[in-house]
């Protein structure tokens, strides 16, 4: 540009500039107002869920309204999100002045990491008269033993089975062991029924597999040790590893199954097992809700139930250990103490109930609530929770956000036929080496 | 925006009055005056330009010099970045892969457009309706055309049926669960979509070319092929070499579609840079790492559409470009 002002109107031409930047950066500035010093100041709290469809999106915007009728002083600014999105903005909005109030939180290595940030709330000390109500369950959302989040309810994945096909194929009862669970597989194959879907598209729910197969494989110390420490050098991952390419090489996954996606429409992992397509599928207890809108049958509940990841003969893992997580929320260093008696609020025994009837959650995290569960399979896998005797929570969540991505990646390739039981551990390593 | 344009207007007529008074002759206040003009035409659009691309840009520049996980203190990692996405199989995968799309866009692309184009030019029957269906696709956004195509693509999904309904039940293939087949499924996607905006482009260039040179040629006896050849091509050249700069920049930057139908899978089968690039900046919290593969994106384009400037547009460019003041 060969446009040349003399220093006066150079001067001015800044001044015009300013002036029109200057309006746009306070309004992406501070807009909230400051911390209240005051409990029962007016505060205004931006709460970011994934309950983006009903029922979730009429039963957290009834939350919030009952809330404030009981606290006038606390208005409620809610902004549901889709999930994978609402991942990407809850991590742009820790970086930026103003992170919303409350905002999801699913625990674990990435809530260490979104720690780091200094924006997230340390409430222990708010919640100690109460959080024991929650038992174990709370200290997913604590990083160095402070509580930074509340979970409102808890997930296991297990296998969720159509009991109509199984009785096609002649399995008279759930497989328990990895011989069963072989043998289930080649029954219905004999039947022409479709033995196992999953969404592999979408890489977590190949995890799943693999996280069970290590935490068979593997002793809980030895579990507990990689995911604080770091290192795999257990033999039992690899061991893992190779127990998944000998249970892949049965090829008991639905056609094309690298390209299904876990939760959308009837083509779905899920859609598959609601319309009878395939008879079983490794998933969160979040199945049974997620599958209601991917099929016309009403009555598909009462077809399906649920049973644990079966044992493996030699393995190491403490026989019922689990696999899950949960959903919570985290309150921003900003919001104020409202948010965390907020957050006790959700987890009060009336809101779970509520939560469990309308299924908004499947599992509570609140003991109490759990007598709200009325379907069976549920019940089934309440009980599965409640005497298991450790919890791995899903290693893409438990480990920093990097590796718990690249193990992901890695597991994800192993099924596409690629790389090996060693070349999972060795994706770990060097993710832990990149970090 | 338009509060920002409200003012710039507002400030503008004191300094213009003032200095109506005082100029005694037209030419240098003239001058001046254009100066200012230009000053508060351009400097909305400069405003934005830096806010919302130089500056960008410039902080990618600066975080890919660190290692950083978006929330953590930010620690020096000088070229460190650069040097894991330059031996990353994964990334240099992902720009194979985007090469490809490019190339066969070219290649594929290129000749059905003209083809169409050249037809749809002509004297036939329907030719508006024709043309409003050949573009419709291209209106559609690419998330739209996504999940169009990614319900179709199922297995037994509209595309097997269709096959089979046509007898050719051996064709079907595992359109986006091949790991061999998946991006050139994405090609036939991506063609389908913008196969319509290079034919509209091209009918523009054709109705810009004389008739009259046509009329002489054929006056001359030339046949259809060969007016076509020497006559139509040569004259569509500045609009073939533009949609080839729009196509190839569009293929290296490819990322709605392939988020939305396959997440840059199976096992990283249809990765381009920019998948790549949000799958490990965001989902990875590496916003350092992140950064530096978008910076080399960036290179890429960027050195891209300066060799391909200088080589392949100047000529149609030239005198196109109006000189500013002076």
């Not at chain 1, 219905?188 to 479709?194: D, G, H, P, R, S």
């Not at chain 2, 030339?222 to 040569?234: E, F, G, M, N």
């Not at chain 2, 073939?240 to 700069?245: A, D, L, M, V």
Request: hydrophobic letters at 45%.
């Amino acid at each position: 540009m060969n446009v040349r002002l003399s220093t006066p109107r150079r001067l001015a031409a800044i001044a015009v500039a300013l002036s029109m930047a200057l309006p746009s950066l306070t309004a992406c500035g501070d807009d909230s107002s400051d911390t209240p010093a005051d409990a029962n100041a007016p505060v205004t709290l931006t709460w970011w869920h994934n309950g983006q469809q009903d029922p979730a999106l009429g039963v957290w915007q009834s939350v919030a309204d009952q809330y404030h009728k009981d606290h006038p002083n606390v208005t409620f600014k809610v902004e549901p999100a889709q999930n994978e999105a609402l991942k990407t903005k809850i991590s742009v909005a820790l970086q930026s002045p103003n992170p919303p109030s409350i905002f999801q939180q699913w625990g674990g290595g990435a809530l260490a990491t979104q720690v780091e940030s200094g924006k997230i709330m340390d409430m222990t000390e708010q919640v100690k008269p109460w959080i024991g109500e929650l038992g174990q369950a709370a200290t997913g959302w604590q990083v160095e033993g402070k509580q930074y989040g509340i979970p409102y309810d808890l997930h296991v994945v297990g296998f969720w089975y159509r009991k109509d096909l199984f009785e096609q194929a002649g399995i008279a009862a759930p497989p328990k062991t990895m011989t069963e669970l072989n043998d289930a597989v080649a029954k219905l194959k004999a039947k022409n029924i479709t033995p196992i879907s999953i969404g592999s598209k979408d890489k977590w729910p190949d995890a799943f597999w693999w996280s069970y197969f290590a935490i068979r494989e593997c002793s809980t110390d030895t579990v507990k040790a990689t995911v604080k420490n770091l290192k795999m050098d257990d033999p039992c991952w690899v061991k893992a590893g190779e127990d998944l390419k000998a249970f892949l090489a049965t090829n008991p996954f639905q056609n094309a199954f690298l390209g299904t996606p876990a939760q959308q429409g009837a083509g779905s992992s899920a859609g598959l097992v609601a319309n009878g397509k395939a008879a079983m599928e490794l998933q969160g207890d979040w199945e049974l809700p997620t599958m209601i809108p991917l099929t016309e049958d009403k009555q598909f509940a009462s077809k399906l139930s649920w049973f644990p990841f079966p044992t493996i003969e030699g393995g190491k893992g403490t026989p019922g250990t689990a696999l899950g997580g949960g959903d919570g929320f985290s309150c921003a260093v900003k919001a104020g103490p409202a948010c965390a008696d907020f957050l006790k609020y959700i987890a009060s025994t009336d809101v779970q109930t509520k939560l469990v009837q309308t299924n908004t959650a499947t599992l509570p995290s609140n003991p109490k609530a759990i007598s709200a569960i009325q379907d069976p399979s549920l019940k089934t896998v309440q009980e599965y929770l409640n005497s298991a005797p450790y919890i791995q929570v899903y290693f893409d969540q438990a480990l920093p956000t990097s590796v718990g991505q690249a193990l992901n990646d890695a597991v994800a390739d192993f099924f596409a036929g690629k790389g090996s039981p060693q070349g999972i551990v060795d994706a770990f390593t060097k993710a832990v080496a990149n970090k | 925006m338009t509060q920002s344009g409200g003012i710039a207007v507002a400030a503008a007529p004191p300094a213009r009055a003032g200095r109506a008074a005082s100029r005694p002759a037209r030419r240098p206040g003239g001058r001046r005056a254009k100066r200012l003009e230009l000053a508060l035409l351009l400097t909305p659009a400069l405003v934005l330009f830096v806010g919302f691309v130089l500056l960008p840009i410039a902080a990618a520049v600066y975080y890919s010099f660190y290692k950083w996980t978006g929330f953590s203190p930010r620690t020096w990692f000088g070229l460190g970045n650069y040097s894991r996405v330059l031996e990353d199989e994964v990334f240099l995968h992902s720009l194979l892969h985007n090469i490809v799309i490019a190339v066969l866009s070219v290649v594929i692309q290129l000749p059905l457009s003209i083809g169409i184009a050249l037809l749809l030019n002509g004297r036939i029957k329907g030719r508006a309706a024709l043309r409003l269906i050949v573009f419709a696709p291209y209106v559609l956004s690419e998330a739209i055309t996504a999940v169009v195509w990614l319900l179709m693509l199922q297995p037994d999904g509209l595309v097997d049926q269709i096959f089979k309904a046509a007898g050719l039940g051996g064709v079907i293939q595992d359109w986006l669960a091949d790991g061999d087949l998946v991006l050139y499924t994405l090609f036939v996607v991506i063609t389908w979509k913008y196969l319509g905006f290079g034919i509209i482009l091209l009918l523009a260039g054709l109705q810009s070319i004389p008739p009259e040179l046509r009329e002489a040629a054929s006056t001359d006896g030339a046949t259809a092929w060969q007016t076509t050849r020497s006559i139509v091509l040569p004259l569509l050249g500045p609009t073939i070499r533009i949609w080839i700069f729009l196509s190839i920049i569009g293929s290296l930057q490819l990322f709605d579609l392939v988020w939305i139908m396959t997440l840059g899978g199976p096992a990283n089968a249809s990765s381009t840079m920019a998948t790549y690039l949000l799958d490990h900046g965001f989902s990875r919290y590496e916003f350092g790492y992140g950064s530096a593969v978008a910076v080399v994106l960036f290179a890429v384009c960027f050195v891209f559409a300066l060799i391909y400037q200088r080589f392949a547009l100047r000529r149609d460019t030239e005198g196109a470009l109006t000189r500013i003041v002076e």
